[in-house]
Structure formats: C-alpha cells, structure tokens
T-cell receptor
Framework: EPEVTQTPSHQVTQMGQEVILRCVPI?????FYWYRQILGQKVEFLVS????????KSEIFDDQFSVERPDGSNFTLKIRSTKLEDSAMYFC???????????FGPGTRLTVL | AQSVTQLDSQVPVFEEAPVELRCNYS??????LFWYVQYPNQGLQLLLK??????LVKGINGFEAEFNKSQTSFHLRKPSVHISDTAEYFC?????????????FGKGTTLSVSS
C-alpha cells in the first residue's frame, strides 16, 4: 500500500541553524501539507501546497519557513534559523485531490538545542 | 474560523468495555469531519470521516461516529475495546468547499485500555 515517507525520523540541531525536513508524498497525489505537533499539544496546520505554489498557510508559517518541491517526488520544509520553540514533531501529508483524505507520514521529531 | 473541542483529555477503560470519545466543533461554514488515531511513535491514521449522507459513519477497527448537526458533535464510539486500541485519538474538521485546506485538530484524547 502506498505511503508517505519522511526523513530523517529525528533531527537534532543547534538554535540558529537551518534545517530541511524531507517528505516523499504518495506518487499520484497532487496536494501536499505540513503540520507540526509540539509535545503535549494539538496537531497544527502549517502550510498546503498545490501546483508548485502555496495554497494556504497558517500564522505559524512565517518568513523563517519555506516549502519546495524540488523534483517530482520530494516535498521539503525548510526552517532558516531554528528557535527553541520550533522543537516539535513535523508531519507531512498528501492527498489526491484538495477535498480528499490526507495521508500522513510518520513524522520527523525536531529537537532544537 | 473553525475550532474543535475534545472534551476528555484522557479516557481510561477496561478491555471489552464500551467507550465514547467526545468531539464538538464550531464553524461558520459546512465542514468535513474526521477522526484520526495516533499509535505511539507513529503518524496519524484515518479512522473514519463524515462528508455527507448518513449521519452514522463506520470506520476501521470497529469504530463508528455519529454526526449531530444540531449539537455540532461528532462523537466516536466502540462497543468493545481491546488493549490494542490504546492510542491518541484526534477529531478534526476541514472546510467542505475549499480544496487543499487545513485540517483543524482538537487537542486529542488519550484512550488507555487495561486488562
């Protein structure tokens, strides 16, 4: 069964460093999403992406965040200068259509020291 | 703006007992409703969804949920739980008409099943 994959599973970085979180969505899906879950809190939407551009973003997704689909398979989330409060589990999701079920990856746990 | 309230943060139950996890939502637009489950150290898996039609929705692993428009609720139920149902359960909504839109999640309910 096709699934969304994410790498790495755990990333540790120093405050102020740039990180890139990688996702491989399901191959025929057209909509891509990033969510995050700070420990003990709810899952929060960051951004959705369609047709090589951002279709929606939340207040959390400020200028330090960016997304890219560099090739036909990967979908990346870049955090330019990490802060302690960026420590969270980051989930990638994809859906075939914009109103279809979103399939989630296993997440990348980001720890900022 | 949409919001989701999960009324119970933790629900402890014994194996083979029935369980109900409560979810209420508020929205100014028509919404899709979802329940996701998160097992330890895993991603989110869709349990069931309500898009339209019958208000009683059946999902995987014997779970079902009932959409109640007048009470803006979408409670999740299972008549007899197993140890393996121990997990975090999230209720979520999304805009019915906006493609590629966000899922808005509740804070989650931890279901702990013991023998």
């Amino acid at each position: 069964e096709p699934e969304v994959t994410q790498t790495p599973s755990h990333q540790v970085t120093q405050m102020g460093q740039e990180v890139i979180l990688r996702c491989v969505p399901i191959s025929n899906h057209l909509y891509f999403y990033w969510y995050r879950q700070i420990l003990g809190q709810k899952v929060e939407f960051l951004v959705s992406f369609y047709n090589n551009e951002i279709s929606e973003k939340s207040e959390i997704f400020d200028d330090q965040f960016s997304v890219e689909r560099p090739d036909g398979s990967n979908f990346t989330l870049k955090i330019r200068s990490t802060k302690l409060e960026d420590s969270a589990m980051y989930f990638c999701a994809s859906s075939l259509g914009g109103l279809d079920e979103q399939f989630f990856g296993p997440g990348t746990r980001l720890t900022v020291l | 703006a949409q919001s989701v309230t999960q009324l119970d943060s933790q629900v402890p139950v014994f194996e083979e007992a029935p369980v109900e996890l409560r979810c209420n939502y508020s929205s100014s637009v028509s919404v899709y409703l979802f329940w996701y489950v998160q097992y330890p150290n895993q991603g989110l898996q869709l349990l069931l969804k309500y898009l339209s039609g019958s208000t009683l929705v059946k999902g995987i692993n014997g779970f079902e949920a009932e959409f109640n428009k007048s009470q803006t609720s979408f409670h999740l139920r299972k008549p007899s739980v197993h140890i393996s149902d121990t997990a975090e359960y999230f209720c979520a909504v999304s805009d019915l008409y906006q493609a590629g839109t966000a899922l808005i999640f509740g804070k989650g309910t931890t279901l702990s099943v013991s023998s």
